[in-house]
């Protein structure tokens, strides 16, 4: 008989019984999962609220999503003339010569100065440069700003192309002729070249990213162990980043970045009593990170910059330490999670096309990242993942 | 009066049904079997093997209805005790130990006169002396009818390494089932 054939036949034909206390114990745990059962229909409110919550969320990401959307939008338009442009962006007359105007005369403007573009939403704020006391313009109207040598226009607009404008000044006009020196100077036009010009020297940069973190798995323990009347001490964590990001301009103020922490960690460390004894806890988690952020500069040249966005996180693995004994407790957590991110920026020039970006961000986890085990369901130990990170990006810029 | 006889099907709806009566059925109609399985992964230490057949059978009862029916309702049970066997195995360390060393001499077949009056208890302490991880190749093999491409598959080593660990396991329990010359 063969050896295999033998041992198969022999422990299979075990006549051994199992002793009475392992049905028993079977029986407990079967006994537990139905008090779960029970514990989780009287727990069915509170996870309406919970839906109510992501609801919130799902409406926050898709008000986020719109807002980035219409920057990106806007970005477009100002980058190449579109439809609304075409009667302003073309070939258009700057003032060389205003004739006196009459109640009834259409007055015409012709050009062959050099003229900025102009959009039908910026035609209420064309100025006439230093004519606002002859006109009777208040003082403090934006008016007698210079503008660049622009491409020479030439051609014929009707200022009743511009109602908007003549509107509010018309009768002013009326009476104070213009002299040769007018030009009609949009302000909003001039940000407008400085954003180009901006975008010109930084419309998109690479950089390679670095953050230190202190983290926290903010569940009911480790938020427990925070209070001094608690047998569990909860002990500062701290993890590190590493990646790489890749931001485009979409405006003057407003960049979107995409981050890859190819290593993200978080961490927790604790003191508990367990089986009589107080002893260290650790869990380490890594995680493969994707982040979504908007920065929003406090002026077109300032150096500092607010920014909010979303992260997804992979999860690689996850391990405990308990006095010393560790264990691979990657299948006890989800393998995803994602977030909000806030931060503040300060990002300094370093001379040509580098830049060195400095930061504080604190990220907020709204999944429940434990998925639960044999002892614990998930929805009773709810854990988040938060963490306040320092960084720094060392940015490149490409020209368009 | 409660029946005693049941078809798969009426066990697999009473085990959803969270039937007490049921679930207490099919323990017994398995438990010792499956016991004789979890003892050939634990070696002899009864301890482990009544903690694996404990859990397993709690998994077979909380998951029963992931049971689609195909194949018999004992080989479903009995993945899941191999599988949560290993499992324990494998918590206890993360490293899979294996037969370091030369390759024992070949040793001629055990007759089977000879390997009839080898008692289970027996052979289930023989086993235990292998290392860890030789035991559940061997038992992948043997009991479980693994080729040595699943078992690398299952514990992430190389079919090689599983086919040499078998066959030095296979050859140790040989040498071990031998009867003395005295």
């Known amino acids: 008989m063969k050896l295999e054939k033998w041992y198969k036949y022999k422990i299979e034909s075990n006549t051994e019984d199992p002793p009475e206390k392992v049905w028993e114990e079977v029986q407990n745990a079967l006994d537990i999962d139905l008090v779960w059962q029970r514990v989780d229909l009287e727990l069915q409110p509170a996870a309406k609220k919970v839906s109510r919550t992501w609801i919130a969320v799902a409406a926050s990401l898709l008000l986020l999503m719109a807002a980035l959307g219409t920057l990106w939008y806007q970005a477009g338009i100002l980058r190449k003339p579109g439809k609304e442009d075409a009667v302003t962006a073309v070939e258009r007359p700057a003032i060389q010569r205003l004739p006196a105007i009459t109640g009834q005369q259409q007055p015409l403007i012709t050009a062959s100065q050099p003229f900025l573009p102009i959009t039908h939403r910026l035609k209420q704020r064309l100025l006439y440069k230093d004519k606002n006391t002859a006109m009777g313009l208040p003082e403090d109207s934006p008016a007698g700003l210079t503008i660049p040598a622009m491409q020479p226009m030439t051609g014929a607009v009707a200022l009743s192309a511009m109602p908007d404008f003549f509107t509010a000044a018309d009768s002013q006009m009326n009476d104070y002729p213009i002299d040769h020196d007018a030009r009609l100077i949009s302000e909003n036009a001039l940000d407008d070249i400085r954003s180009h010009e901006a975008m010109g020297q930084q419309g998109t940069y690479f950089g390679l990213s670095m953050q230190f973190a202190n983290t926290w798995l903010r569940n009911e323990k480790t938020a427990a162990g925070l209070q001094n009347t608690s047998l569990v001490d909860t002990r500062p964590s701290f993890g590190k980043s590493f990646g790489v990001v890749v931001g485009q301009q979409l405006s003057k103020k407003v960049d979107l970045k995409l981050g890859l922490n190819i290593i993200s960690e978080k961490s927790q460390a604790y003191n508990e009593y367990l089986h009589g004894q107080f002893v260290s806890t650790r869990i380490d988690m890594n995680y493969t990170k994707l982040v979504l952020t908007a920065s929003y500069r406090f002026g077109p040249h300032s150096p500092h910059r607010a920014v909010a966005g979303l992260y997804a996180a992979y999860l690689v693995d996850a391990s405990q330490f308990v006095d010393g004994m560790d264990e691979n407790v990657t299948r006890d957590y989800s393998k995803t999670d994602f977030g909000l991110v806030a931060g503040y920026e300060y990002v300094h020039q370093l001379g040509g096309r580098v830049q060195l970006g400095t930061g504080v961000y604190a990220n907020y986890g709204l999944q429940n990242v434990f998925a639960g085990n044999d002892q614990l369901p998930a929805y009773l130990n709810r854990t988040n993942l938060l963490s306040l990170h320092a960084g720094i990006v060392l940015g490149y810029a490409f020209r368009q | ?182």
């Open chain 2, 1 to 182: 009066m409660r029946k005693e006889s049941y078809c798969d099907e009426e066990i697999v709806n009473g085990c959803i049904r969270n039937d007490r009566h049921i679930q207490e059925v099919l323990y017994r109609m398995h438990a010792r079997k499956m016991y004789g399985i979890c003892l050939g992964y634990a070696g002899s230490s009864r301890d482990l093997a009544q903690d694996m057949l404990q859990e397993a059978f709690v998994k077979v009862f909380r998951h029963m209805d992931q049971y689609d029916g195909k194949g018999s309702l004992e080989g479903w049970i009995r993945r899941i005790v191999r599988n949560t066997a290993i499992d324990i195995l494998r918590k206890q360390s993360r490293h899979i130990e294996l037969i370091q060393g030369e390759v024992p001499e070949r040793h001629e077949a055990i007759g089977e006169d000879a390997l009839s009056q080898i008692a289970t208890k027996d052979i289930l302490t023989m086993i235990a002396r292998l290392p860890k991880g030789a035991r559940i190749i061997f038992n992948l093999y043997a009991l479980e009818g693994y080729s040595h491409q699943e078992i690398a598959e299952q514990l992430e080593i190389t079919p090689g390494t599983s086919k040499s660990q078998y066959s030095r396991a296979r050859h140790l329990l040989q040498q071990w089932l031998q009867p003395s010359d005295s």
